[in-house]
Nanobody
Framework: QVQLVESGGGLVQAGGSLRLSCAAS????????MGWFRQAPGKEREFVAR????????YYADSVKGRFTISRDNAKNTVYLQMNSLKVEDTAIYYC??????????????????WGQGTQVTVSS
């Protein structure tokens, strides 16, 4: 069983930055691909970014490409999401998720095995 705990959310003005962290309890964290998803009020949970188990491959939703960066530190069992040039439309609850399988095409939430509780990101105009 993998437990994921997100942190780093908050209130920021448009154009600002935030760095989210997701700490995992698993000894085998380095064997899991990790993803970030977000859910805005009244909307479906959507894919944001994904990183392979080794950290050597990343994949982004078009809406965040060039602004967000996903990374991981397997020695610390932690995955990060650096968010720059934030927009009001980035406002959402952000979730990290773990996937036992590799593949950049794995962007659908149903494919992920483990989820954190989420952290709120609010971007004001």
């Amino acid at each position: 069983q993998v437990q994921l705990v997100e942190s780093g959310g908050g209130l920021v003005q448009a154009g600002g930055s935030l760095r989210l962290s997701c700490a995992a309890s698993a000894r085998l964290f380095s064997m899991y691909a990790m993803g970030w998803f977000r859910q805005a009020p009244g909307k479906e949970r959507e894919f944001v970014a994904r990183i392979s188990a080794s950290g050597g491959s990343t994949y982004y939703a078009d809406s965040v490409k060039g602004r967000f960066t996903i990374s991981r530190d397997n020695a610390k069992n932690t995955v990060y999401l650096q968010m720059n040039s934030l927009k009001v439309e980035d406002t959402a609850i952000y979730y990290c998720a773990g996937d036992r399988y590799e593949g950049n095409g794995r962007i659908h939430r149903e494919l992920y095995d483990y989820w954190g509780q989420g952290t709120q990101v609010t971007v004001s105009s």
